[in-house]
């Protein structure tokens, strides 16, 4: 899928897509540092990312929570609206909705995205997630 989706999260309002380099245009973001990806269902989670058996149950039932394994930055979202729309594409690289060091901008949003969703919860910028990073052994929080 090479559209960009602008949608909001299960945190905030971001931007969707399979396509990291339209990605990285849009928010005027180095190469060099990687999109997260978003999973609506753990089967398709667990076919690219091994977690660590110790952090199986705390990635199964997180609520708005970004975990790292291996320099991969994955989320599992179980909010009805915001996995309804990962299901059908298996996974999306998603990022808040802004110019990279930016807040968000409504006007800016609309016009680089290709597809706007807007269900009950509108559009809005609310905190972000936060963010663990996971070893067989260890829970590191960095957010």
Not at 132 to 143: A, D, E, I, Y
Request: some cysteine; aromatic content about 8%; proline content about 4%.
């Amino acid at each position: 899928m090479n559209k960009i989706l602008l949608a909001q999260t299960d945190t905030t309002v971001g931007f969707l897509s399979q396509n990291a380099k339209r990605l990285e245009e849009i928010k005027m973001r180095s190469g060099d540092k990687p999109f997260l990806k978003v999973y609506a269902e753990l089967k398709n989670l667990s076919r690219d990312i091994r977690i660590p058996p110790l952090h199986k149950h705390r990635v199964r039932h997180s609520k708005k929570t970004t975990f790292v394994v291996k320099n991969q930055a994955f989320r599992y979202v179980s909010t009805p609206e915001h996995a309804a729309l990962i299901k059908p594409y298996r996974w999306l690289y998603s990022t808040s909705a802004n110019e990279s060091g930016k807040s968000f901008d409504e006007t800016f949003c609309r016009a680089v995205s290709d597809i706007i969703i807007e269900d009950h919860r509108g559009l809005s910028e609310q905190s972000a997630s936060k963010i663990f990073r996971l070893t067989p052994s260890h829970l590191k929080q960095l957010r």
